[in-house]
């Protein structure tokens, strides 16, 4: 059997609205605002019901436009890594600081997209990072926490 | 209004503003040059870079992206049959034709000087229009406020995706939600956060448009093995041939301009148009009112079928600050992401921002001119080499999109929750991309979703609860019949598809 994945996204949109008004009906809202006219649960309520609505006229509509997607040849693998890589930086950058894993995360994606040429990588990283570093930090004034280059004594 | 140009110009011509104005421009060239990465794009990775500039140079540089992206556009168009942005799609109808028959640097020159005059007449236009606009709009009330934003938000989920409406609509909805999290504006009462801190103060808008723009285009180049800076590569390689623009080709251009540049501006005042209906119809427009013979040489490389799309296009970007600049609606998503980004310097635009912020008013329109002289000098005689930048492969291309994206998020909250849910939204944006969900509406409706709430207070609580102030004003009443046209044209659309 042939599934429409755009049909299955509706679903899951539709059960996701759902979720949605449900938690909506569940915000507490003051004793005083209860049968206001409009208090904080209102705007979500009307979401959440345009949300089963759109998603079920998708859903029972026939799909004129179906897109399909031939999901052996999409990149999966790089993608993933990709994504495991920021992860990982997004998890070391507050404790380890800013130059140190924003250059180590340029190098290790350059690395997995498949880029060999190592001097061209390492410029593209280390000093790279530096100079953006001191471009926001220095000429533009914006405050880059970075305990690493702090308790070096790079930065104040 | 002598006064307010006054100021424009002593905020815009200063050595900072200039500069801000050539790197955005050159930026938004390099990024629009590429297909698949477009102004929103551009804008969004420039976020981080603009936290340290005033709110009035910040604006400057991003309006500079948005047109260089647009004029960028264009190159790829008539070089390569490969528009940048949708918006250069029609460019290449007689753009590529030309390009084939050895004229490519004519072509160029034709593009160039069009999107010069389209731009800087819009402009004019703009710097007239605005400030009348501005009075008329402080008549608008909540309820004339709300019904524009159902509008725009109806516009762009129609316009945006051609066959998509329903599609659009659930991306309106998505991005309203989205808008909603955090604590209600007027009672403090915490939404959607599930007891976490981090969620009480919302969504961050720069997360969603770093995460749904810069981030899922990367991941998407990467997934579906595209290569952007291949077309560049290419572009780079390619004879020119001479940039003159004859006396005859002149002449059309004259004829053409004028009236293209008025349909460009128009179109995109109107909330959800935007560059790329501006350039069909400028073309479609064009191709009805020339004489028999000209009509034949459309689509085989015609100079006025080249000018009109690349005339109305450029003047669309312009006409698009209208809705934003007098009523603090953006028309189109770019619009939206400088929106989010000026209500992030703490200014709020609409009607009052030309009084209480004149400098920004009227230095981004200056900034215009002086953004259209920029880009006549960038495109003509130096795109062979702007095009050989763009041979950094993508395997730089992407970490440092990333980079950008995260840097954003982190000069920002210093939080690495935020970073998580950038990831987050970017996977899911990235899945639903590669099935058509257009991204546009869903952050026009993160934008748009505070005011709009705001104005259904407002409204609801006046008409103590009654829904009667949708029709009790005829600028109200007017403003949803236009709504409701839309929607309907679009189910005849489908139903006239399906039989």
């Known amino acids: ?156 | 209004m002598i006064e307010g140009i006054l100021i424009g110009l002593t905020t815009a011509v200063t050595f900072q503003n200039i500069l801000m104005v050539i790197v955005g421009c050159f930026f938004g060239t390099i990024i629009g040059m590429l297909p698949g990465l477009g102004p929103m794009t551009a804008i969004a990775l420039m976020i981080p870079i603009t936290y340290g500039f005033d709110p009035a140079t910040g604006l400057i540089l991003m309006a500079g992206v948005y047109y260089g992206a647009v004029f960028g556009g264009s190159t790829s168009s008539i070089l390569l049959n490969a528009p940048g942005v949708p918006g250069t799609v029609a460019t290449s109808f007689d753009g590529y034709p030309m390009a084939q028959q050895g004229k490519a640097g004519k072509a160029l020159a034709i593009a160039a000087w069009s999107s010069f005059a389209g731009g800087t007449l819009s402009a004019i236009y703009l710097l007239f229009m605005a400030p009348s606009l501005s009075k008329v709009s402080l008549s608008f009330r909540s309820p004339d406020y709300f019904a524009l934003m159902i509008l725009g938000l109806t516009a762009i989920a129609a316009f945006s995706s051609k066959g998509q409406f329903l599609k659009a609509m659930m991306m309106v909805v998505l991005g309203l939600m989205l808008a909603s999290v955090g604590q209600d504006s007027l009672s403090d009462i915490t939404r959607f956060t599930f007891n976490n801190m981090n969620l009480t103060d919302g969504i961050s808008f720069v997360l969603v448009v770093m995460a749904t723009f810069a981030m899922s285009e990367a991941l998407t180049i990467i997934l579906k093995r595209n290569d952007p800076t291949s077309a560049a590569k290419q572009v780079s390689l390619t004879e020119l041939g001479s940039i003159k623009i004859n006396k005859e080709e002149r002449t059309k251009m004259y004829k053409t301009i004028p009236r293209s540049s008025l349909i460009g501006f128009l179109i995109g005042v109107l909330p959800g148009a935007g560059a790329t209906i501006a350039s069909f119809l400028a073309y479609g427009m064009e191709r009805n009112v020339v004489s028999d013979e000209e009509k034949e040489k459309f689509g085989k490389g015609s100079v006025n079928g080249l000018s009109a799309p690349e005339t109305a296009n450029n003047a669309a970007c312009s006409g698009s600050f209208v809705p934003m600049l007098t009523l603090g609606i953006p028309g189109s998503g770019t619009t939206a992401v400088m929106l989010g980004a000026l209500l992030g310097f703490g200014v709020q635009p609409g009607p009052r921002l030309y009084m209480t912020n004149p400098e920004i008013f009227w230095s981004i329109i200056m900034s215009m001119y002086i953004g259209m002289v920029i880009l006549l000098i960038l495109n003509l005689p130096l795109i062979p080499y702007i095009a050989r930048i763009l041979t950094v492969p993508k395997n730089y291309l992407i970490p440092l999109i990333l980079f950008f994206s995260v840097t954003g998020i982190y000069v920002m909250s210093f939080n690495n929750f935020d970073i998580y849910l950038m990831i987050g939204i970017a996977v899911v944006a990235t899945f639903l991309r590669l099935y058509d969900f257009p991204m546009p509406p869903l952050i026009l409706a993160f934008v748009l979703g505070g005011l709009m709430e705001e104005n259904l207070r407002r409204s609801l609580l006046l008409s103590n609860g009654s829904w009667e102030f949708l029709w009790d004003r005829t600028l109200t009443a007017c403003i949803l019949a236009t709504t409701i046209l839309i929607v309907v044209w679009h189910i005849y659309k489908t139903f006239k598809r399906k039989n």
Do not use: C
């Open chain 1, 1 to 156: 059997m042939n599934i429409n994945t755009t049909k299955i996204i509706s679903l899951l949109f539709f059960i996701f609205s759902a979720f949605y008004l449900y938690t909506a009906y569940q915000i507490q809202v003051f004793a005083f605002d209860e049968n206001a006219p409009f208090n904080a649960r209102t705007f979500p309520i009307y979401l959440g019901y345009a949300g089963l609505f759109f998603s079920g006229l998708k859903l029972i509509l026939p799909d004129p436009n179906t897109i399909k997607v031939e999901h052996k040849s999409l990149e999966y693998k790089k993608t993933g890594t990709l994504i495991l890589i920021a992860i990982i930086y997004g998890a070391t950058i507050l404790k380890v600081g800013y130059f140190l894993t924003t250059s180590l995360f340029l190098f290790a994606s350059y690395y997995f997209l498949g880029e060999r040429r190592w001097i061209l990588m390492f410029l593209l990283s280390f000093p790279f990072v530096a100079a953006f570093m001191y471009l926001l930090h220095g000429i533009l004034d914006i405050y880059l926490r970075d305990p690493f280059l702090q308790s070096i004594g790079v930065m104040g």
